[in-house]
């Protein structure tokens, strides 16, 4: 498509779930990021996959999560056993290459930990 | 330290005025710096680049002093669809973009 899409658009859970959440990035962009937002906060970074190099997991904030990109193009973000504190807004944002070329975020995934 | 330090704000200005942002990031190995523009619940977009020499798009003027590490945003003219938030990014030599925490401009009538 056009743009970056992710789905779904908003997730409700319960604490101790698992959920997943979908990035579709813009066709031909080998970069691809995941980060969150919580509210009123600062976008914060998780996890960035480069073509066919080994992904930064640097920002992944526990070992609860988990990320993959399949064939170098979608990508999955898994949260298992949910905590409220993973509330937030999940942005994913793709783009051309890495480095010096700004992004293209999608709308985001609201995900609400109950 | 933050990587990237922003003002907060919020930056309440009149129609018509012309407001500045600062930024300051502590890598100096960084390479290329963004404004981003984020409008309330919503994804953030890419508003400008910013080059060493400086550049303008319309009424928006972005300058980089790297000596001091620091960043600006110039907003002339203020509109009142120019509310939003002004993310200060920057990107080091990792691939990945650092953001700031954003500075809130609400332009009033």
């Known amino acids: 498509g056009a743009g970056v899409s992710q789905s779904p658009s908003n997730k409700v859970t319960e604490k101790g779930k698992d959920v997943e959440l979908r990035c579709d990035p813009i066709?031909?962009?080998?970069?691809l990021y995941w980060y969150r937002q919580s509210l009123g906060q600062g976008l914060e970074f998780l996890i960035y996959f480069q073509g066919n190099s080994a992904p930064d997991k640097s920002g992944l904030p526990s070992d609860r999560f988990s990320a993959e990109r399949t064939g170098g193009s979608v990508s999955t973000l898994t949260i298992q056993r949910t905590q409220q504190e993973d509330s937030a807004v999940y942005l994913c944002a793709s783009s051309r290459q890495a480095g010096g070329y700004g992004y293209t975020f999608g709308s985001g995934t609201r995900l609400t930990v109950v | 330290r933050k990587e990237v330090e922003q003002d907060p704000g919020p930056f309440n200005v009149p129609e018509g005025a012309t407001v500045a942002f600062n930024c300051t990031y502590s890598?100096?190995?960084?390479?290329?710096f963004f404004w981003y523009r984020q409008d309330c619940r919503k994804e953030p977009k890419l508003l400008m680049s910013v080059y060493s020499s400086g550049n303008e798009d319309g009424r928006f003027t972005a300058q980089l002093n790297r000596a001091s590490q620091y960043i600006s945003l110039l907003i002339r003219d203020s509109k009142l669809s120019d509310s939003a938030t002004y993310l200060c990014?920057?990107?080091?030599?990792?691939?990945?973009?650092?953001f700031g925490q954003g500075t809130t401009l609400q332009v009033k009538p």
């Open positions: 990014v920057v990107n080091g030599n990792t691939g990945k973009l650092i």
């Open positions: 890598n100096s190995a960084s390479q290329s």
């Open positions: 066709s031909g962009h080998t970069a």
